[in-house]
């Protein structure tokens, strides 16, 4: 942390076209990795190959999507107001806040690790970044880490802008939270971890920005107009949703809600059918596992809770198997466990009595990640109340779609309500994820030579700026 | 907060020209009270009525500043991606958290209290709001309670978008910030008060935000060439901003850094001489005083600590005296207490070894309002690291003013690090102080019919928007 901070100043005074070449080399060096970073990453985490092409992709397009950012340089949301009559020239631009320390996800060995999105947006903020590695996949972790520490050398950038620590113990990243220099956190995982986490910032003398990622159950709506018209092609692109990398993903969704009629019934059995046929496979590691198995058998104990279908399952000491099952409102209103995330291929339909059940469900809930609703144009028309919860229970409502499969894109939410984040204002995805790891600085009264670039009378940046109360690009005049 | 929670789906579908004409409405209500608000707030904080007056201004001003805001319609932040190749369309902007709990200052009693910043950028934002009336002033926050209701009535809004607590308990306040309802938590006043709520908030089922501006020493660098050119009249305008209103402002400049030297001298003497001419004032309330003399006092008391000049106080039971005093760098660096704020017309003038030990000075200060720099450019070109700390540890840097008086414009930043606020990356004035109440939420694959005005292809409020990357007014096609 002490070397970080030692990096600060130079990284928050590295010129934006320095710091997105560098972006730009992490994203060259992870790919000249090859097929060797592939295999060891399927022998530490059992995702299959292209998966992780796929996730790999994504982690090398985040990286150049904040070089682009960087390039563009708006982002930085200079705003300047002259002085006049009674007001002196001020002006303000976002600034990083320091080192931050990221903690690798495991469900995500690239995107959400060691130079994933945490890491991409930071290092874009100009933070000098400290990753915690996740335990359950040191040696991707370490080989993404040599990556980035060859594009620190071809860049000439400060060597400790990025720094590797490779400890699977709790008390590291403990200390890490803890610790002076450390002025913001990012995680991405399990509910318990996050708030712990989030626990030790609070207790600092100086409480610093967690930003937790920490889950959800995802619920998604089938209303009835959509049921009646779609719901078997309905249920099996949900079964789809529900198995998808085995479960393994965040906006996996948990809990679909309906309205009781033959229609549901007929749903709940092909999404039994649908999963039934998906392959028991392994999951990430063992401990993800446990938790699984654990939480999908008191699901299933619960009063009321009835199994729709399941995939065979041999040997369930080292596989998954996917499960549906399904439970009336009511029984789901009194069982308070049975509103919990089930990390893994799990998904709990909730036969509700009429809307006003569904509507009072939702509302039980807590903060979601996403809310995907199945609805014709009349079943919208009918549910505004239910549109309007869904606004405020979720950071994206996705209309008929699946959540799963989060595009990296500027409009993209990832986050949400707590407990699906520890600050639903951020987020975890796209280029306003850098919004969290800086924060404005106002130079009042300022010289012109001695103000940053962004702020000076020419934009020599061309980028956009609010200049009394104007979005241009022209010069201060 | 149950009425709170039942006003804000109104309230947040209310269209952005409502609520404008509700901003609008009350200010046009508080500036129809005339002189009697100002009488009734002249006896509750032994405020003049010529600040009274100004700070009224400044008020109606914020809630008109935040109409306009409305009416232009770009804060919503819209972004837009349209569905491409293997991605959905995906369309996002700010909507509000939902119920506001806002704190009343006992500083400012109109413009950060009953219709201060706090409300008006919650109300704008399309959060309802609940009002704890400062103790100190319960008359004034009442009055202007009342103003509120009757711009309610004239505008039609929902009648809970706005609620009056008056009670001095600390137990209400306490019962408001756990209440399940409350989203967010405005606040500005003491770091004990702000750390008190913001611990509650982090002690609740689900953690809330709590935005508390506690104040800061704000730190006053007088560079070598500037001393030297022009010490005698930076010494005076200090004085006088320390003196400003019996000196409670959070922006009060409490500490003064210089190198020692024959010039720091004669600024030590002239900042005295002018202090001891400024007559004793009665503080906002016996409190204050009370906290401003046992903090002068202890101030006064530590080793090494001179009395460089003080007003002639006959009545140390009601009025507070102005105090300048100095310390040489060694002796404040070895006591902790000299960091802290002393609320009140009190300035601390460190005398520095030299440029390192100022350096050492500031680093060991925690986080920071402001940081005024007093400088000639050779000043700047010499001590670019001191200029580069300012930045990290402060939201505002002033060079060659002083850090009192707080413009209400987009560029300013009120706000900082630890201590200074809760959370470095939001301010408390300007249009941007909206973004502490709001949160984005994406609407995905969405039928253009139940989409926000705002995120409909047609442009029809005319806003700004990021459609794929590209910052325009124009529609989507």
Redesign the interface.
Known sequence: MRQAEQA??AWR?TQPVQRADFMEAIATEIEALGRDLIAVTMAETHLSEARLQGERTRTTGQLRMYASMLREG?WVEA???TAQE???D???ML?P??PVVVFGASNFPYAYSTAGGDTASALAAGCPVVVKAHPAHPRTSRIVAEAIERAIAKCQVPAHVFQHVDDAGYDTGKLLVLHPYTRAVGFTGSLSGGMAL??YA?QRP????VFAEMGSVNPVIVLPEALSKHGEAIARTCAASVTLGVGQFCTNPGLILGIDCAGLRRFVEVMGQEVAQVAAAPMLHDGILRSYSEKRSRALAAKGVFEAGSAPNEDTEHLANATIAWVSGEDFLRTPHLHEEVFGPFSLIVLCRDATQMQDILQSL??QLTCSIWAE?TD?QIHT?L??LA??K????????VPTGV?V?????H?G???AT????F?AVGI?AV??W??????????E??LPEALKNRNTLGI?R?IN?Q?NKEDVT
């Open positions: 600060a100043d005074n708006s705003t300047i107001d009674g007001r002196p001020l002006r303000k600034m806040l320091g989030y626990s609070q100086d409480p610093i920005p807590g903060g144009p919208l109340s549109l309007a606004q405020r979720a950071g994206r409502i996705i209309l008929n779609g595009t894109a500027a409009a993209m939410m986050g309500p707590f407990p520890t600050d639903s204002r987020t306003h919004r969290r800086v924060r404005p600085v106002c130079f009042q009264n300022f010289h030579a001695f956009w609010l109360g979005w």
